[in-house]
């Protein structure tokens, strides 16, 4: 294998392991915000992950513009997904767990 | 490099499996979109695998327009869940 | 990119669509891998027709309130936010394995600098790529400057939260901001005016 098959390989391994790591967390953390840092962090760092893995081994202008969009699309998209969920629940107030401290300190 | 492919669909395979039980339980409709925007996330990484895994390209665009279509739809339900409450 | 007066009005618009287009174009390009006549060609159209379906954007803004790139400063924002995102995932891996403690969580409000949407939108995202912090809400103020709140797990000082942010508008502004953030970077040592 060559040095670049290695790489795709590690980025690839870890990317996936990032992914087990979002599945894990969704499930086992206590509410729904702490599950929106589970959904979006790992899964980030991995979609990136995975793409410059498939990067090293197709190497083609196309392809690699392809990548570079998915990646630049996540990293806009994924942040204002969870937040706009976060945000409708932030202002229903039905989900905050009960003993979260609210700084209302004006700025 | 086939083997390694193959052990991250796996592992991406348990984290979309994991997901799908937090988007069964619940409890309420924010739980079940955030399992599903993570559930797009992780289709898009099982795209790009799977196109490393073959030697095509031809799940690239896959990715792309998943990752456009997918913030989309969590959007629109993040105004229903806006408009009507949990 | 300078200018005064009236003319500068005129041509600016022409000169952004241009630019918009050619932008477009190298990116279709890209897609389809070579830049053959037929690429470039429908590249062209595409772009034309896009341009004249979405007209708005950052361009609705007045000259003032324009991003401008500077050339070395998006790299360090990129490095910081880089380092971020990956921390970030090692603190959600520790709060995963880690035995069931109760976190205190906490809303912090953040108010910016910057009044620009752009930036308020890179910082908020930024913010949610961090460790232990997501953003939930976020509030226009033209005059005071953007508010944002922030969701915070493991909050043992709002401060702390607030000096993070911004530093990174800090970082943001000097990498995309306009002439109009950089004034008040300049003027505001201190986050609140």
């Given at each position: 294998?060559?040095?670049?098959?290695?790489?795709?390989?590690v980025c690839l391994?870890?990317?996936s392991?990032?992914?087990?790591?979002?599945g894990?967390g969704?499930?086992r953390l206590p509410?729904?915000f702490a599950?929106?840092?589970?959904?979006?962090?790992p899964?980030t760092?991995?979609?990136v992950l995975v793409c410059i893995g498939?990067?090293c081994?197709?190497?083609?202008?196309?392809?690699?513009?392809?990548l570079v969009?998915?990646?630049?699309?996540?990293f806009?998209t994924?942040?204002?997904?969870a937040h706009?969920?976060?945000?409708?629940?932030?202002?229903?107030?039905g989900?905050?767990?009960?003993?979260?401290?609210?700084?209302?300190s004006?700025? | 490099m086939?083997?390694?492919t193959?052990v991250?669909?796996v592992?991406v395979?348990?984290?979309?499996?994991?997901t799908?039980?937090?988007?069964v339980i619940?409890?309420s409709v924010?739980?079940?979109v955030?399992?599903?925007?993570l559930?797009l996330?992780?289709?898009?990484?099982?795209?790009?695998?799977?196109?490393?895994?073959t030697?095509?390209g031809?799940?690239l665009i896959?990715?792309?327009?998943?990752a456009?279509l997918g913030f989309?739809?969590t959007a629109m339900v993040?105004?229903?869940?806006?408009?009507r409450?949990? | 990119m300078s200018g005064?007066?009236?003319?500068d009005?005129?041509?600016?618009p022409?000169?952004?669509?241009v630019?918009r287009a050619?932008?477009l174009?190298?990116?279709?390009v890209?897609l389809w891998g070579?830049p053959?006549?037929?690429?470039l060609?429908?590249?062209?159209?595409?772009?034309?027709?896009v341009?004249a379906?979405?007209p708005g954007?950052?361009?609705?803004?007045e000259g003032?309130?324009?991003p401008?790139v500077?050339?070395?400063?998006p790299?360090?924002?990129l490095?910081?936010?880089?380092v971020?995102?990956v921390?970030?995932?090692f603190s959600?891996?520790?709060?995963v394995?880690?035995p069931?403690r109760r976190?205190?969580?906490?809303?912090v409000?953040?108010?910016?600098?910057?009044?620009s949407?752009?930036?308020?939108?890179i910082?908020?995202n930024a913010?949610t790529?961090?460790?232990?912090?997501?953003?939930?809400?976020a509030e226009?103020?033209?005059v005071?400057?953007?508010?944002?709140y922030?969701h915070?797990l493991?909050?043992d000082?709002?401060?702390?939260?607030?000096a993070?942010?911004?530093?990174f508008?800090?970082?943001a502004i000097?990498?995309?901001?306009?002439?109009?953030?950089?004034?008040?970077l300049?003027?505001?040592?201190?986050?609140?005016?």
């Open positions: 294998m060559t040095a670049l098959e290695v790489l795709a390989a391994l870890l990317g392991g990032l992914a087990l790591l979002s894990v969704i499930v509410d729904v599950r929106m840092h589970a959904a979006t962090k899964a760092l991995g979609l498939v990067a081994v197709d190497t083609s202008l196309a392809d690699i513009t392809k969009l998915v990646v630049v699309l996540q806009l994924a942040p204002v997904g706009m969920v976060g945000r409708a629940s932030y202002r229903i107030g989900l905050l767990d009960p003993d979260t401290v609210i700084d209302e004006d700025v | 086939s083997t390694v193959l991250c669909l592992l395979s348990i984290g979309a499996l994991l799908t039980v937090r988007l619940g409890p924010a739980d079940r955030v399992a599903t925007d559930l996330t992780l289709l898009t990484m099982g795209a790009g695998i799977l196109s490393a895994r030697g095509t031809t799940y896959v990715m792309v327009v998943i456009v989309l739809g993040a105004r229903f869940i806006e408009g409450g949990p | 005064t007066g009236r003319r009005g005129r041509i600016r022409v000169v952004q669509s630019v050619g932008a174009v190298l990116v279709w890209a070579s053959s006549v037929g690429n060609v429908s590249g062209a159209l595409v772009a034309v027709f341009l379906v979405f954007g950052p361009g609705r803004l003032q309130d324009e401008r500077r050339p070395l400063s790299f360090r924002f490095g910081r936010f880089v971020e995102l921390m970030s995932t959600v891996a520790i709060a394995v880690a069931r976190v205190r969580e906490g809303v409000k953040v108010r910016l600098r910057s009044s949407p752009v930036i308020g939108t910082v908020a913010i790529l961090t460790p232990g912090t997501l953003t939930v809400d226009a103020d033209r005071r400057g953007t508010l944002l922030v915070v493991g909050l000082d709002p401060e702390s939260v607030r993070s942010a911004l530093d508008e800090r970082l000097a990498a995309f901001g306009s002439a109009e953030d950089r004034r008040r300049r003027t505001t040592g201190e986050p609140n005016p």
